[in-house]
């Protein structure tokens, strides 16, 4: 009984490690749907900011399922991020560049944890720092991913006061996205 099991895990396994080396890696071009929450540390909660996100990769296997990609997503398009006793804030650009690792579990299913850094723009304001996150891609057809994150994100940067002097901005955000993307063979 004890062989028979073990004939067949490795039954179901092997064809697992024998999948398709060429999912997920190559360059990919895509396109986000997000939404993020800044808050600012001990203080002003905000608005959820929605964005279109373009995006590329380059995915890359390391063996044993294992595939590595280098990510950059530009969101180009302004929307509000607080509003704070009737002023608005808004959020007109985003920037980040970043790496995921990813373990493919199927043939067209990867989860994968990501790092990045990002750099983003505010009406009185320029803040970059770090991101950290996780997500899944799954591949529909050889060249269409879908693909789902969460990222949480720690940025500093300095903001001018009506005074025309400068203060410490610290935000803490929870973004959340969903898109395609179009890999290259």
Do not use: C
Not at 63 to 83: C, H, I, P, Q, Y
Not at 97 to 119: F, H
């Amino acid at each position: 009984m004890k062989k028979q099991l073990a004939v067949f895990i490795l039954s179901t396994l092997i064809p697992a490690a024998a999948m398709a080396a060429d999912t997920f890696t190559g360059a990919s071009v895509g396109t986000n749907i997000e939404t993020t929450k800044y808050k600012i540390k001990n203080s002003i909660s905000g608005e959820n900011t929605r964005n279109a996100v373009l995006k590329g990769d380059v995915g890359f296997d390391m063996g044993n399922n294992l595939v590595g990609a280098v990510e950059a997503k530009a969101n180009l398009n302004k929307s509000d991020a607080f509003d704070t006793n009737g002023v608005k804030i808004s959020q007109k650009d985003k920037y980040s560049i970043g790496y995921q690792q990813g373990y493919r579990v199927t043939k067209d299913l990867m989860p994968y944890a990501k790092a990045e850094y990002i750099n983003s723009k505010f009406d009185d304001a320029r803040a970059n720092g770090y991101g950290v996150g996780m997500g899944a891609k799954y591949a529909v057809t050889d060249n269409v991913e879908l693909g789902a994150e969460y990222v949480h994100s720690r940025l500093k940067g300095s903001r001018l006061k009506g005074n025309g002097s400068a203060s410490d901005l610290k935000l803490r955000g929870n973004t959340v996205s969903a898109g395609v993307a179009y890999r290259f063979k």
